[in-house]
């Protein structure tokens, strides 16, 4: 059949679906119509749990009135203002609060609009901070096997997700990667493993002493690496990476997208494993996922190096979007703020995540299940590959859809990342799903 018999035919030819495989989906569509709560609702308006907080960005639920009413109130005075030298008030209020919430001197807040842009952003600020202080050849970048960090060049070619950088090239130059912190004496631990963590930091070294610390602009790490099956970082590892970074001036970026905003129990994991990076990305939970909004966190410090070199009345930093402190956004985020502060929605997390990690951890009983792993509300189980590497949980993710819950599956790796405004019941609900229907597959 020709493209445009097809074409005629399909009525969801036209859209280029994003990380899904197209063909399979246009075979069996897994459509969501509506949303309301913990709740997803398929075209034949049947309930299915939201396991994954949409793509772990909508931690509040769906349809907060409150944000929806912030949201329109913003749009009936002012639905966009150009963000390159002018400025938007609810863009200002947004800075300050966030800045209230991230760890000391991580001050200076630049927004864009996804978590990839604010990737592309920090190496950026890493490049230009060094070149203004003599130090240029700063230009290399240390990433991590495993790691996620957007699609766009600066993300993918830092990232360290085979299929994620195999089908477009070299990528950035200079860029070399850690190993990842999944190692076989962890197997089973939940939260941070007990084994490893100095070890697999002292990477870094290695790669000092074979390039010269002088040629390192950043090392990016995940707190926790998400989009790979929740690897969490064995004891020690972050403390030890921020050793390294500060003895060589080397700039340490978490990349805190996914954990930002409460998923580990704290407003970020930098706090919850109580180490401090030079810059911080963060997206997703920030606006509740209802408009696309994005920030990096800069050191007071960096920024003001940054300011400083430049003539007055110039542009110092040659970077920006369209998008950057969009007002609705700003405004959507900033009614989701004020909901995590009112509601103790961190505090939240820490009561339920003690029993979801247990239930996540008794998985390693039943068939097919090599690891049990999480964090916060953050569960991962990885299955025995069936086939082809990937098959058996796409199979999982599709037949999960039929028997009503939503879920993340990263190759043959389960994932769950519960809305922090489900109950423990409903939690419950989710696991035993889950559990059903790897059983049955």
Same mark, same amino acid.
Request: contains cysteine; charged residues 20%.
């Given at each position: 059949?020709?493209?445009?018999?097809?074409?005629?035919?399909?009525?969801?030819?036209?859209q280029?679906?994003?990380?899904?495989a197209?063909?399979?989906?246009?075979?069996?569509?897994?459509?969501?119509? @509506?949303?309301?709560?913990i709740?997803?609702?398929?075209?034949?308006?049947?309930?299915?749990?939201?396991?994954?907080?949409? +793509?772990?960005?909508i931690? +509040?639920?769906?349809?907060?009135?409150?944000?929806?009413?912030?949201?329109?109130?913003?749009?009936?005075? =002012?639905?966009? %203002?150009?963000?390159f030298q002018?400025?938007?008030?609810?863009? *200002?209020?947004?800075a !300050?609060?966030?800045?209230?919430?991230?760890? $000391?001197?991580?001050?200076?807040?630049?927004?864009?609009?996804?978590?990839?842009? %604010?990737?592309?952003?920090?190496?950026?600020?890493?490049?230009?901070?060094?070149?203004? @202080?003599?130090?240029g050849?700063?230009?290399?970048?240390?990433?991590?096997?495993?790691?996620?960090?957007?699609?766009?060049?600066?993300?993918?070619?830092?990232?360290?997700?085979?299929?994620?950088?195999?089908?477009?090239?070299?990528?950035?130059?200079?860029?070399?990667?850690?190993?990842?912190?999944?190692? $076989?004496?962890?197997?089973?631990?939940?939260?941070?493993?007990?084994?490893?963590?100095?070890?697999?930091?002292?990477?870094l070294?290695?790669?000092?002493?074979?390039?010269?610390?002088?040629?390192?602009?950043?090392?990016?790490?995940?707190?926790?690496?998400?989009? !790979?099956g929740?690897?969490?970082?064995?004891?020690?590892?972050?403390?030890?990476l921020?050793?390294?970074?500060?003895k060589?001036?080397?700039?340490?970026? *978490?990349?805190?997208?996914i954990?930002?905003?409460?998923?580990?129990?704290q407003?970020?994991?930098?706090?919850?494993?109580?180490?401090?990076?030079?810059?911080?990305?963060?997206?997703?939970?920030i606006?509740?996922?209802?408009?696309?909004?994005a920030?990096?966190?800069? @050191?007071?410090?960096?920024?003001?190096?940054? =300011?400083?070199?430049?003539?007055?009345?110039?542009v110092?930093? /040659?970077?920006?979007?369209?998008?950057?402190?969009?007002?609705?956004?700003?405004? %959507?985020?900033?009614?989701?703020?004020?909901?995590y502060?009112?509601?103790?929605?961190?505090?939240?997390?820490?009561?339920?995540?003690?029993?979801? +990690?247990?239930?996540?951890?008794?998985?390693?009983?039943?068939?097919?299940?090599?690891?049990? @792993?999480?964090?916060?509300?953050?569960?991962?189980?990885?299955?025995?590959?069936?086939?082809?590497?990937?098959?058996?949980?796409?199979?999982?993710?599709?037949?999960?859809?039929?028997?009503?819950?939503?879920?993340?599956?990263?190759?043959?790796?389960?994932?769950?990342?519960?809305? /922090?405004?489900?109950?423990?019941?409903?939690?419950?609900?989710m696991?035993?799903?889950?559990?059903?229907?790897?059983?049955?597959?």
């Amino acid at each position: 059949m020709s493209a445009t018999a097809r074409a005629s035919n399909d009525p969801l030819i036209h859209q280029w679906m994003p990380f899904t495989a197209n063909r399979q989906f246009h075979e069996s569509p897994r459509i969501i119509a @509506r949303a309301e709560g913990i709740y997803y609702y398929n075209t034949r308006g049947e309930k299915l749990l939201d396991g994954s907080s949409g +793509l772990y960005c909508i931690p +509040l639920g769906h349809g907060r009135r409150e944000i929806r009413e912030a949201v329109t109130k913003q749009m009936e005075e =002012l639905d966009y %203002a150009p963000p390159f030298q002018f400025g938007v008030p609810a863009a *200002f209020r947004l800075a !300050t609060e966030v800045a209230q919430m991230t760890p $000391p001197g991580l001050n200076r807040i630049l927004f864009s609009g996804s978590g990839s842009e %604010a990737v592309e952003s920090a190496l950026k600020v890493a490049i230009q901070y060094h070149r203004v @202080r003599g130090e240029g050849q700063r230009m290399r970048f240390v990433g991590r096997e495993r790691g996620y960090h957007g699609v766009n060049f600066g993300g993918w070619s830092v990232g360290g997700m085979v299929n994620n950088r195999k089908a477009f090239g070299l990528g950035l130059p200079g860029v070399m990667h850690l190993r990842h912190t999944k190692i $076989p004496e962890n197997q089973f631990e939940m939260g941070e493993g007990t084994h490893g963590g100095v070890n697999l930091a002292d990477d870094l070294e290695r790669f000092v002493a074979l390039h010269g610390a002088d040629t390192i602009a950043a090392c990016i790490v995940e707190p926790i690496a998400g989009s !790979t099956g929740i690897l969490v970082p064995p004891q020690g590892y972050l403390k030890r990476l921020r050793e390294i970074c500060t003895k060589h001036g080397i700039l340490l970026i *978490f990349d805190e997208v996914i954990t930002g905003f409460g998923r580990t129990g704290q407003a970020f994991a930098a706090q919850t494993f109580d180490v401090v990076p030079d810059i911080m990305t963060m997206a997703k939970a920030i606006s509740n996922g209802s408009i696309p909004m994005a920030a990096i966190a800069v @050191r007071e410090d960096i920024q003001q190096t940054i =300011l400083d070199a430049s003539p007055p009345n110039t542009v110092e930093f /040659f970077h920006g979007y369209t998008y950057s402190a969009h007002p609705v956004a700003c405004a %959507a985020a900033l009614a989701t703020l004020k909901i995590y502060r009112e509601e103790d929605t961190f505090g939240r997390v820490r009561d339920l995540a003690p029993a979801f +990690l247990e239930q996540i951890g008794a998985l390693r009983e039943i068939p097919y299940v090599t690891d049990t @792993r999480g964090y916060g509300l953050l569960g991962a189980v990885d299955l025995e590959p069936e086939g082809a590497p990937g098959a058996r949980g796409f199979k999982v993710l599709c037949k999960a859809f039929e028997a009503g819950l939503v879920l993340r599956n990263a190759a043959d790796t389960i994932v769950l990342a519960p809305p /922090f405004a489900s109950t423990a019941e409903q939690i419950s609900e989710m696991v035993e799903t889950m559990k059903k229907v790897i059983l049955a597959n």
